[in-house]
């Protein structure tokens, strides 16, 4: 096959030729890519900045889509209620969930691995006091959890990732603390603990890495599980602010208009919000089958 | 002692392998000729059983013997068609009392499998079902072939555990699997692998998980057994010491393919194949105290890659230039071979027995 | 374990915001709010409003809703029937059809059934539950105009509750809803029992049974079926909890009148009371559901029940 056929494929080569070889992964990866860039380059390629009310005209709200609007250009997608194109509304609206999704995962991520690790590791009272606070957090459900903290700190971007953050770090953390745990007992351990480095190193540089596959496996899960949530948040009028509408406050300020025909305010930001989380757990999807030692074929 | 070309309709004209155990012309139980199954795997296709042919009788123990990876398990899975994807039979027969299994419709399969011909695995614990009691497991295994009432059942099933040599029967049909220990565990296998009394029974390294008191238990147990139910056993094992104990006839396995074959005494105290000599020769028992044990150099070659010609040549102390062709297979009964330098053969030239 | 709750609780719902603002409007004189701040007794150290609250909780009273004027415990029984009725249609519904789908997707995971099945779970599962609904609104409601797009429909009284499965009415108004809730958990069924029967096909312990000659249908449905239901209803359990909660959102979209719809209401209004109430009982719930799947478990699990005992 390659001419180098003499270099040894290293595991996150391999991990890529494999995922290559799934064509509905690949497409969805490819799907997920160019939602990235419409979003990145979003304030470019929009007629209308959504968010400025300056430029919103009332005159041409709830518009069907291909209608040419009072500023002169043609409203692809159509408007919503207060006169948004929405198809400039669509693209901001997946900057928003993108930005919360990953930052919220992101930050869950941290912390739930941090102190699963943390717990796993030290063992004792601490991991006693640790888990006992991730169990009975892990029992509620997480949405409400987010309903009610998203209520209680008000609207915005952060209090939003605030709420989605405090709703899934938990299952980071079990997973971390169930990685942890095991590696702890293995030699390498042992072995690294014997050497004047200090624990903390040996956790971050030793044992972190090891208890990354499981961990990856729960991430891919809760990015997808945060842009639902925050959309369902949107939607039932908490999360983001009225004057900067996500995808679900798009789709909720549609949902009346939906029984007297005018479709469009709340499909095409649904079907936005759709394509991005199928195409986010189809690439999970696959991400998950390949690191699962138990399904090697 | 010796009836070559034997004229019974079932066998096959140009194989004249004998039973090796007693005079007489009887046709065989099972049939294997020219068995093949392939995997196929990200590094290539592997040949896990490679042409593979042999008999067994009535009433006799056959021992198959090889390192792991010689495909010997293989063999075992194939013969009751058991291979799952991603591997697959690509040609052979196996005929069971003259039926051809290989090709067979799956629920005439069925049929036979457990009532004709049955299979003890490895282990124990993964092969029960830990959330089902010993008895219902009994039940399931008894009504896949018949019908028979609570009251017949829990006498048949009293009954095998009886035979297994397992105490206080009652109890232990009310038991789960992880309450048992290792070897309770075993014979609770066995006994439904005998439990609709099939003329063959193949055990897949039934005591190699065991300790090794066990062991020596249950190989005196299924002596006994075999003995009185007139079943025919394949005994498969890497260990050639427990099943030199058991078997009247060794089957030598390597990279998939059958190297020698015969009676077991023979084959113990004059092999023809090197390897044969040097499995025997790595035996524990036979290292003299205070020296290191005798190994086989090298290792196992991986069945994707196997070297041209005999699979052994590579770690072979007389291998030549012409260990590259393939070596035929040289019957001389009861015994059979496939080296182009055996072992041994000047003394089998003396006396033949 | 509740008494750590019920302080977060309260301290979470009461202690944010100024919960007097809620109840009367800022032009009142400042006579009338100081008198309503003594009768609810707002004026009062926080702790000493704690304990207050738990002396009531005690027998039951979990004070009155604000904006509904009435005992807040009676206000959550009256709704909860309506909850209950859509909620056990949906867990019922989607454990009745999504085992069986996923174990057949996971006993011939090439087949084209199957793939399809996986296919569409995939939309189930990661489709926001309120996009369905709006879809199946929009469907069956708007375009097909046969299923009505929202409210309750009539009930008949049973036990001194009101009922409304009982009418064909009822019943129609609670379809989509119900479906709605179950789609999530069908889903989600439907990949675990794919998973694990998979899994346990390719077990030493189904070779043995195939070895014996057992039939594809006994080995499905004695040894399969009884070896996944213990991580399936574990999972199941765990996520009863959610579906509760994803009944705020259905019943929302549907103008469901029960308890999801109650809370949703209550927040935005900011009705105290109520919130706090719900989420205790929620935790409540909780508890027990944990509790009920732990015996489960130990139930489906031999290997656990003799660990118990000794």
Redesign the interface.
């Known amino acids: 096959m390659s001419a180098n056929s003499l270099a040894v494929e290293t595991p996150f080569r391999g991990f890529l030729r494999e995922f290559a070889q799934d064509r509905v992964a690949v497409v969805a990866f490819l799907v997920l890519a160019l939602i990235v860039l419409l979003a990145l380059l979003a304030p470019w390629i929009t007629p209308q900045d959504p968010y400025d009310l300056s430029n919103l005209v009332l005159m041409d709200a709830r518009r069907p889509p291909g209608y040419v609007g009072s500023k002169g250009f043609t409203h692809w997608l159509g408007t919503d209620s207060q006169g948004r194109d929405l198809y400039s509304g669509i693209l901001y609206g997946l900057r928003i969930s993108l930005q919360v999704g990953l930052m919220a995962g992101a930050i869950a991520f941290g912390i739930g691995a941090s102190l699963g690790t943390l717990a796993g590791f030290a063992g004792g009272r601490v991991e006693a006091l640790i888990m006992r606070i991730i169990d009975l957090q892990l029992s509620f459900p997480a949405i409400l959890l987010a309903l009610v903290l998203s209520a209680l700190l008000g609207q915005g971007k952060w209090p939003l990732i605030a709420a989605l953050v405090t709703a899934q770090y938990a299952y980071f953390a079990r997973t971390a603390h169930g990685a942890a745990s095991a590696e702890r007992s293995k030699d390498y351990v042992e072995a690294a603990l014997s050497t004047p480095l200090s624990s903390v190193r040996v956790v971050f540089r030793h044992v972190l890495p090891n208890c990354l596959p499981p961990l990856i496996v729960v991430a891919t899960v809760q990015v997808a599980n945060s842009i639902a949530l925050e959309a369902t948040l949107s939607f039932l009028g908490l999360g983001m602010p009225v004057s900067e509408p996500s995808l679900g406050m798009l789709i909720a300020n549609g949902f009346q208009y939906m029984l007297s025909g005018r479709y469009w305010i709340s499909i095409y930001p649904g079907i936005a919000l759709i394509v991005l989380i199928v195409a986010i757990n189809l690439v999970g999807d696959q991400i998950r089958d390949q690191l699962n030692p138990r399904l090697k074929? | 002692m010796s009836s070559p070309k034997n004229s019974l309709s079932k066998s096959e004209p140009q194989f004249s392998l004998h039973n090796g155990t007693t005079t007489g012309v009887t046709a065989p139980l099972l049939q294997v000729r020219d068995l093949a199954t392939e995997f196929a795997t990200r590094s290539g296709v592997a040949r896990a059983v490679d042409g593979v042919s042999f008999n067994v009788f009535a009433g006799e123990i056959v021992g198959l013997v090889g390192e792991s990876g010689s495909g010997k398990s293989v063999t075992g899975?194939s013969i009751?068609g058991?291979i799952?994807l991603?591997g697959r039979i690509t040609k052979g027969s196996v005929r069971l009392e003259g039926q051809e299994l290989i090709g067979m419709a799956r629920h005439q399969l069925?049929?036979?499998?457990?009532?004709r011909i049955?299979?003890v695995?490895q282990?124990p614990m993964?092969?029960?079902?830990?959330?089902?009691t010993v008895f219902?497991q009994m039940r399931?295994?008894m009504?896949?072939?018949g019908r028979p009432d609570d009251a017949q059942m829990r006498a048949r099933a009293l009954e095998a555990l009886g035979k297994v040599g397992i105490p206080d029967p009652e109890r232990r049909l009310e038991a789960?699997p992880?309450?048992l220990s290792g070897g309770m565990r075993q014979r609770v296998?066995i006994a439904?692998?005998f439990?609709?009394q099939p003329a063959l029974v193949i055990c897949d390294e039934p005591t190699t998980a065991l300790d090794v008191s066990i062991q020596a238990q249950i190989l005196v147990e299924m002596k006994t057994l075999v003995r009185e139910a007139g079943v025919s056993l394949v005994w498969i094992s890497h260990d050639l010491a427990t099943v030199s104990v058991l078997a009247s006839r060794l089957l030598v396995m390597y990279a998939g393919r059958l190297i020698e074959e015969g009676p077991t005494a023979e084959v113990l105290s004059r092999p023809r194949h090197p390897y044969t000599q040097g499995l025997i020769d790595s035996l524990p028992s036979r290292a003299a105290p205070g020296r290191d044990l005798v190994q086989i150099p090298g290792s196992t070659p991986a069945l994707t890659s196997l070297p041209s010609g005999c699979a052994f040549r590579e770690r072979c102390a007389h291998a030549t230039a012409i260990c590259s062709t393939a070596p035929v297979q040289t019957i001389e009964s009861p015994r059979t071979w496939s080296c182009h330098h055996p072992l041994n053969t000047h003394v089998a030239a003396e006396n033949d027995l | 374990m509740m008494l750590v709750i019920s302080a977060l609780v309260f301290i979470g719902v009461y202690a944010v915001g100024n919960p007097i603002d809620v109840m009367i409007s800022p032009d009142v004189t400042q006579e009338i709010r100081e008198q309503t701040i003594r009768a609810y007794g707002f004026d009062l150290p926080l702790w000493q409003q704690y304990g207050i609250f738990l002396q009531r909780l005690i027998t039951g009273d979990f004070g009155r809703s604000f904006v509904y004027n009435m005992p807040v415990l009676d206000l959550i029984m009256s709704r909860l029937p309506a909850t209950l009725e859509i909620t056990l249609i949906a867990v019922v519904g989607a454990a009745l059809l999504g085992v069986p789908l996923g174990m057949f997707a996971g006993y011939a995971p090439n087949s084209f059934a199957a793939r399809a099945i996986m296919g569409v779970s995939v939309l189930g599962f990661s489709v926001p539950s309120f996009w369905i609904g709006l879809v199946l609104i929009f469907v069956f409601a708007v375009n097909l105009g046969l299923l009505p797009a929202g409210g309750r429909g009539e009930t008949v009284m049973l036990f001194g509750v009101e009922w409304s499965f009982l009418t064909v009415n009822g019943l129609m108004h609670m379809l989509l809803p119900a479906v709605n809730l179950a789609l999530f958990k069908l889903a989600l069924l439907i990949r675990l029992a794919r998973a694990g029967t998979r899994e346990v096909m390719?077990?030493?312990?189904v070779?043995?049974?195939?070895?014996?000659?057992?039939?594809e249908w006994?080995i499905l449905r004695?040894?399969v079926l009884?070896?996944i239901a213990?991580p399936l209803v574990t999972v199941f359990g765990l996520e009863l909890g959610s579906t509760l909660a994803f009944a705020v959102v259905t019943e929302t979209i549907f103008s469901w009148p029960g308890v999801g719809k109650l809370i949703i209401d209550s927040i935005s209004v900011l009705d105290r009371p109520v919130m706090v109430a719900y989420l205790m009982l929620v935790s409540l719930l909780f508890i027990t559901i944990n509790l009920t799947v732990d015996i489960a478990y130990a139930a489906?699990?031999?290997?656990l029940r003799?660990r118990k005992s000794s």
């Not at chain 2, 069925?110 to 009532?115: A, D, E, H």
């Not at chain 2, 993964?126 to 089902?132: A, D, E, Q, W």
């Not at chain 3, 070779?207 to 039939?215: I, L, Q």
Request: aromatic share 6%; proline share 5%.
């Open positions: 074929r | 899975y009751l058991l799952d991603p069925r049929t036979l499998r457990g009532r049955a299979m695995f282990d993964s092969t029960l079902n830990p959330v089902l219902a399931l295994a009504l896949a072939h789960y992880h309450e296998a439904i692998a439990l609709n | 390719l077990t030493d312990t070779r043995f049974a195939r070895a014996a000659g057992e039939s006994t004695h040894h009884r070896l213990i489906l699990d031999p290997r003799a």
